[in-house]
């Protein structure tokens, strides 16, 4: 079954520590997301890739980085720059970057919470 | 960034049509309407998107004004299984490539 993975469903982690969210995907999609999710809210773009060994800032990319090294992969670090990190973390991905016009593919998310 | 308005919740009847209404009243020409839902502690499902035309696929259907400044999404029969939160989301050009503004959803309830 072709899709996206994201690892760990849950993950727990002290303040002051750099933490580093998995996403993989087997769709051959060209085009990667994160997207964070907080209680009662829509979505908010932190970074995007387009292609392999490039990315771009999204919205709320203060706190967090990324590497695109390979075209099935696609981790986020949260580092301890991130003033608020609890949260529901989404990677998703789509044949190409026409974002306007393309259709997403989610994975099930990674819940992180901070303490 | 272009904005989408929803009702906050609706509620229907199992095997009844829904009909969910978005605005989009800031709309530019090259944006794209599309439509997602998502259940708790899972990740947003694609359902439909379009530009000027109505388009029907096999989860629903969605009816765009003829100003494009408003659009419905159509369940045609609601399950159980429909109930989620569904997003109204413009697709706009971002830097040479695009993204989705995703606002705050319609919470759809489906009763037995």
């Known amino acids: 079954d072709g899709g996206i993975t994201q690892s760990p469903k849950y993950l727990f982690r002290k303040e002051g520590q750099n933490v580093t969210l998995s996403c993989e995907q087997n769709?051959?999609?060209?085009?990667m997301y994160w997207y964070r999710q907080d209680p009662g809210q829509g979505l908010r773009l932190i970074y995007y890739?387009?292609?392999?060994?490039?990315?771009q800032k999204g919205d709320i990319a203060e706190g967090y980085s990324v590497s695109r090294e390979k075209k099935e992969s696609f981790p986020l670090t949260v580092t301890s720059a991130q003033k608020n990190p609890t949260a529901f973390y989404l990677c998703?991905?789509?044949?190409?970057?026409?974002?306007?016009?393309?259709?997403?593919?989610f994975g099930n998310g990674t819940r992180l919470t901070v303490t | 960034d272009a904005k989408t308005t929803q009702p906050n919740s609706m509620e229907s009847n199992e095997e009844e049509p829904v009909h969910l209404p978005c605005n989009h009243s800031?709309?530019?020409?090259?944006?794209?309407i599309h439509w997602y839902r998502q259940l708790p502690s899972q990740g947003p499902e694609y359902v439909i998107h379009?530009?000027?035309s109505n388009v029907n696929n096999r989860m629903a259907s969605l009816a765009i004004a003829e100003d494009r400044k408003s659009s419905t999404l159509i369940l045609h029969r609601a399950t159980l299984r429909d109930a989620a939160v569904y997003y109204c989301?413009?697709?706009?050009?971002?830097?040479?490539?695009?993204?989705?503004?995703f606002g705050q959803g319609t919470e759809l309830s489906v009763k037995p």
């Open positions: 998703a991905s789509s044949i190409t970057n026409r974002g306007q016009n393309s259709p997403l593919h």
């Open positions: 769709l051959n999609h060209d085009a």
């Open positions: 890739s387009q292609i392999v060994n490039d990315f």
């Open positions: 800031t709309i530019s020409g090259t944006d794209y």
């Open positions: 379009g530009l000027t």
């Open positions: 989301i413009l697709g706009v050009i971002y830097n040479q490539g695009g993204k989705l503004i």
